[in-house]
């Protein structure tokens, strides 16, 4: 029904959001709607983030067996996210791949494979950070009105170096929903300061692999002045990140 699509659409912008109201909002879906597949694997999906593992299978479990209802595409989102919430790691992300290749605008979908405690992220594979850089830049045009993406998409610009691409795609985002209020947004003058800041410190810590190793601090250096000096240190003669893997939009 147009009900419950517009409950999902709420639920799916409020959990992307991590906001407080997705599950009352899923709730309401799933009172509408009990075999809304994609409702009860996005409950699934919350269920995981809450860190609830049981109850997280046990819905992914339930909008598994409502699967074989489902038009393709819902289907197909099910199962992939099923496989998420089970823990399938390699095998997850085959399906996400497979299933974008079909669906691109699934952000649903798309979500697990991003941020620091994604599939790719996660991984422990050397390279993650541009790895995901390169998982996302093909959907770049088609999730262009997207604000979760542009938010999304500037971590990974951030996490890479590319501090510039990374303030202007959160602008974007920020543009794109204006039901969400930046930090900082009475001083709209500190936000790209903000994202600098983070951004340069995890620049650093990009480069730790195959560079030299921080020096212990003595007795005497563990302030957080000391610290830094040895960082900067440290950090001096360091070639730049790499140039961007084409364009960041």
Known sequence: SDAAADLYRQAITAFLAAQDTTEPLLDQLLGLDPDSGVGRIALARLRQSQGRGE?????AQRALELAPKLLPREASHVQTLASVVRGEGRAALARVHSHLETYPRDVMVLAPATGVF??????????REQALLRFLQPYCNVLADDWWFKATLAF????????????RLVAQSWTLNQTIPPPLSKH???SRKQVVDVAQSRVR????????????PSLGQHS????????DGTMDGIEKPPEPLGDIQ
């Open 118 to 127: 994604g599939l790719i992220g996660f991984s422990g594979e050397v390279g």
């Open 205 to 216: 810590r990009t480069f730790r692999d195959g560079r030299p190793a921080l020096p212990q």
């Open 55 to 59: 109850q997280a299978r046990a819905e």
């Open 156 to 167: 990974a610009a951030c996490e890479t170096g590319h501090l510039d691409s990374a303030a």
């Open 224 to 231: 957080v002045e000391g610290v830094l000096r040895l960082i």
């Open 188 to 190: 709209p003058s500190a």
